[in-house]
């Protein structure tokens, strides 16, 4: 029997219908079964995770938890990167550094790889050092920071801003295993100059690359609200003293060559390694705030080849073992 054409329209429809209905029942079919069964977010790898080969990263800071102890890490956070706001000369808190900030020198709040940041402090103390001949706590290392870097009166161990440092900096490392130093850490190697490290040289170099941020004479930019710096001074008085760690001309030489100047990383430097001694040289020449720590390296047998203050356990002057060569240095430690 033939069909009319109304029939076979009719069957068109029908089988038009049943293919929409289908389609509908099978995607809310999968819709249910996705919001049944969510999938389960994939979390980075902690630093315990990676290989020890890969580059030690911070913890988001968005991540810190809203809880007691969060807002304690959170304020050791403002007082790392705005530390002059809450210890510096009109310190909202005290009055007792110099104006500098924490993460003038330990960079993006201590987290820039190889920018002096805070990667393995909580996995490495407490820790024995030279320098004091003793085992030295967070706290200590803390304070040895602001009564040196900048120039200032250390914390009482037990207040709330103490604390509050140390807390931060416990967080930043938490994921780094108890021992180890993760890649990244700290500052850069660097091989030394096989000649004495050139002032003259770095003078010209600095004009050039560091003089637009850090000003004609070392003394920085402040910023508007007069209450911290947009850019460190790098001598006089305002800077870091003659007891930092970066007075050391190797120190701050690989400080330079990773992160100087701005936009430098340690994988894409702007200056040359002998670039970053010359005007490490020319900037260490300059007046900065005196502060003598006799206490330090008792045993001067142990002391850096680059300590610029004697007495030595060698017979090479001051000059040299603030500037090289030290080659013959090295050579006689053997």
Not at 295 to 315: C, L, M, N, R, V
Request: with cysteine; hydrophobic share 30%.
């Amino acid at each position: 029997m033939s069909l009319s054409q109304n029939d076979r329209h009719l069957i068109k429809c029908f089988r038009w219908i049943t293919l929409f209905c289908g389609f509908v029942i099978f995607s809310f079919c999968a819709v249910l079964f996705v919001l049944l069964n969510p999938p389960t977010p994939s979390q980075p790898p902690t630093a315990t995770e990676q290989s020890k080969d890969e580059l030690w990263t911070a913890p988001d800071t968005f991540l810190i938890p809203k809880t007691p102890d969060g807002n304690l890490i959170r304020y050791g956070s403002k007082l790392i990167t705005q530390t002059s706001r809450y210890l510096g000369p009109k310190g909202k808190i005290k009055a007792i550094s110099n104006g500098m900030n924490c993460q003038n020198c330990h960079l993006e709040g201590g987290t820039k790889p190889y920018g002096n940041n805070y990667g393995s402090v909580a996995s490495l103390y407490p820790r024995f050092r030279d320098r004091s001949n003793s085992f030295e706590s967070i706290e200590k290392r803390v304070n040895d920071c602001i009564e040196r870097s900048l120039n200032g009166k250390g914390l009482d161990s037990l207040s709330m801003e103490m604390k509050a440092i140390v807390a931060y900096i416990r967080w930043l490392g938490k994921d780094v295993t108890k021992g180890e130093n993760a890649k990244g850490s700290g500052l850069i190697a660097m091989t030394y100059l096989d000649r004495e490290a050139d002032s003259l040289k770095g003078h010209q170099l600095y004009a050039m690359k560091c003089s637009s941020c850090h000003g004609d004479n070392g003394e920085g930019i402040m910023r508007f609200s007069g209450l911290e710096y947009l850019y460190p001074p790098v001598w006089n008085e305002h800077s870091f003293n003659t007891g930092a760690g970066l007075y050391r001309i190797s120190n701050f030489a690989k400080y330079i060559q990773a992160n100087m100047p701005q936009g430098a990383t340690y994988n894409r430097p702007q200056l040359s390694e002998e670039e970053s001694w010359d005007i490490a040289a020319y900037v260490l020449s300059m007046t900065r705030p005196e502060k003598t720590f006799p206490q330090d390296w008792p045993k001067i047998e142990t002391k850096p080849i680059d300590h610029p203050f004697g007495p030595y356990a060698d017979s090479f002057s001051e000059k040299q073992h603030k500037y090289g060569p030290f080659t013959p240095i090295i050579e006689t430690k053997k």
